[in-house]
T-cell receptor, first 115, second 110 residues
Framework: SAVISQKPSRDICQRGTSLTIQCQVD?????MFWYRQQPGQSLTLIAT?????????ESGFVIDKFPISRPNLTFSTLTVSNMSPEDSSIYLC????????????FGEGSRLTVL | LAKTTQPISMDSYEGQEVNITCSHN???????ITWYQQFPSQGPRFIIQ???TKVTNEVASLFIPADRKSSTLSLPRVSLSDTAVYYC???????????FGTGTKLQVIP
């Protein structure tokens, strides 16, 4: 199993600013992903964080808006850039420990409110 | 990726067995079926995964018919603490791009 810690757990930000969310896993993992979840809605995959290379973004998400880093097998960051109120959401980090159809572990999420 | 369809919400009384069915008509040969549970203000938590027939663990059972075009998550004797959103996922090999559907909001009533 894997325990995922996210920081910050919540934040209130001003329009136009950027915020970086950190995701730390307590063990080495193969895959790491970033999701967004609006209140009362399902999860939407933002991107796959690739170790040592550029992240793979889903349709509707771009690197300039959501730059992602993954310097090693246990750590990743997601930055929400030039925030607007529409970016207010919960951002979740997830990780998988084995290739194949295995279990995904999730952090508790980072709740961002943009004023 | 196979699309999933599940009821938006369900209500159940405490102590009853709850069955949540998920349709995935376009499931591929390599796909597994996975269910997650999410409580408010928490990330999703893995419940159970299967490929065919029946899988059972300490939390739930998963029934998958031979054609694999649907699956049913069975929760025995639910309690109030089982109130949550339950997501059915169909994943290709390597859980690349695991996509969540709408989920089923289960409300357990005392």
């Amino acid at each position: 199993s894997a325990v995922i810690s996210q920081k910050p757990s919540r934040d209130i930000c001003q329009r136009g600013t950027s915020l970086t969310i950190q995701c730390q896993v307590d063990s080495q993992v193969t895959m790491m992903f970033w999701y967004r979840q609006q209140p009362g809605q399902s999860l939407t995959l933002i991107a796959t964080a690739n170790q040592g290379s550029e992240a793979t973004y889903e349709s509707g998400f771009v690197i300039d808006k959501f730059p992602i880093s993954r310097p090693n097998l246990t750590f990743s960051t997601l930055t929400v850039s030039n925030m607007s109120p529409e970016d207010s959401s919960i951002y979740l980090c997830s990780a998988g420990t084995a290739p194949g159809n295995g279990e995904l572990f999730f952090g508790e999420g980072s709740r961002l409110t943009v004023l | 990726l196979a699309k999933t369809t599940q009821p938006i919400s369900m209500d159940s009384y405490e102590g009853q067995e709850v069955n949540i069915t998920c349709s995935h008509n376009n499931i591929a040969t390599n796909d597994y079926i996975t269910w997650y549970q999410q409580f408010p203000s928490q990330g999703p938590r893995f419940i159970i995964q299967g490929y065919k027939t029946k899988v059972t663990n300490e939390v739930a059972s998963l029934f998958i018919p031979a054609d694999r075009k649907s699956s049913t998550l069975s929760l025995p004797r639910v309690s109030l603490s089982d109130t949550a959103v339950y997501y059915c996922l169909v994943g290709d090999g390597g859980y690349q791009k695991v996509t969540f559907g709408t989920g089923t909001k289960l409300q357990v009533i005392p």
